[in-house]
């Protein structure tokens, strides 16, 4: 048996004399899906989120009138640890979805211009947590541009260990780096210092009214990208459960005041009012936006991403933010 250009060829022996050749079984057409982060990345390993283990070789048959089975040695490989195939997959996910914002955005025209010279490109995460996602945001977009990445988080151990990964992973993390802040105190303190805007912000599963935070200083840097996975909405269902309070006893709600005496469906409400609210004034800001899945539900319960890019042509048409702010008002009256 031999294997050359993907296609398999085995010699069978009828007998001593007499020989077959099988047809060749063309493999080219069965090829895995080639993702943007390579699962032998050092950093996947640094995080623990992959292993590296040495596997079988490909088994050699050979057939010569006795069966032999003989083992070829082959290059260690990296495989998600136990519990961990849902973050890598969800790290490839997000990384497809954000090279696919950037390529419908200006930085996309910044990163094909004539100059031979990598263009500047400054991502905060905020929010960081882990940081799966901001190393492999850095690392995805190091290769294109002059990237400076900076990661928010409050927890001190978390910074400081994230800190530590990037050290040891060299010179290609070199412009990755963590603050200890929270988001507000960023934006206020930190950010106004600072010479060059944030081109690409991102804001995962920052809690309640954080998303907001994220989202407003966002839009006061003029980010080209905006890209959100809110965690939970207890602002606005504590003004609809006030609301639902108020009007008890009133007809105003109609029918939809029958759907949220549910608790279940007044959660979900609550979710899909604030995004839509978060959609619209994004929107209003002079940004196309999206509402999308960000993983299956299989993997994670949240699962809503606002994703938001600048208008390349963002007139500023008195008519077109009437119409959004009428749409934001009527859909804030309407829940209180």
Not at 108 to 118: A, H, Q, R, S, T
Not at 156 to 165: D, M, P, R, T
Not at 271 to 293: F, S
């Amino acid at each position: 048996m031999n294997s050359k250009g993907g296609i398999l060829k085995t010699t069978l022996p009828l007998s001593s004399s007499d020989e077959s050749t099988i047809p060749a079984i063309d493999f080219n057409h069965d090829r895995q899906k080639q993702n943007l982060i390579s699962i032998n990345d050092p950093f996947l390993q640094a995080l623990k989120v992959t292993t590296i283990e040495k596997e079988s070789s490909t088994t050699k048959i050979s057939l010569n009138g006795k069966l032999k089975l003989k083992s070829l040695p082959t290059l260690p490989s990296a495989r998600p640890r136990a519990g961990m195939s849902d973050k890598y997959r969800q790290i490839q996910n997000f990384v497809e979805i954000l090279d696919g914002l950037v390529s419908t955005s200006q930085l996309f025209m910044k990163e094909n211009n004539d100059n031979n010279n990598k263009p500047t490109l400054k991502v905060v995460d905020m929010g960081s947590g882990l940081a799966y996602l901001t190393f492999a945001v850095h690392r995805h977009f190091s290769k294109r541009f002059d990237l400076h990445t900076i990661g928010i988080e409050s927890r001190l151990n978390l910074v400081q260990q994230s800190e530590k990964v990037a050290q040891s992973l060299g010179k290609d993390f070199n412009q990755l780096s963590f603050l200890q802040n929270d988001i507000m105190d960023y934006i206020t303190n930190t950010h106004p210092k600072e010479q060059n805007k944030i081109d690409i912000l991102i804001a995962l599963h920052a809690c309640d009214i954080a998303t907001d935070e994220a989202i407003f200083c966002g839009i006061q840097s003029n980010s080209e990208i905006i890209v959100t996975a809110p965690c939970c909405q207890k602002q606005i269902r504590k003004q609809i459960e006030l609301h639902l309070k108020e009007k008890k006893n009133e007809l105003s709600l109609g029918p939809l005041g029958d759907l949220l005496n549910f608790g279940i469906f007044r959660e979900r409400e609550a979710e899909m009012v604030t995004d839509t609210l978060r959609a619209l004034l994004l929107e209003w800001a002079g940004y196309d936006t999206k509402i999308m899945e960000f993983v299956s539900n299989e993997h994670t319960a949240k699962n809503v991403m606002i994703a938001a890019v600048k208008r390349r042509q963002w007139m500023e048409d008195d008519q077109k933010k009437t119409v959004i702010e009428k749409k934001i008002i009527d859909l804030m009256q309407l829940f209180g």
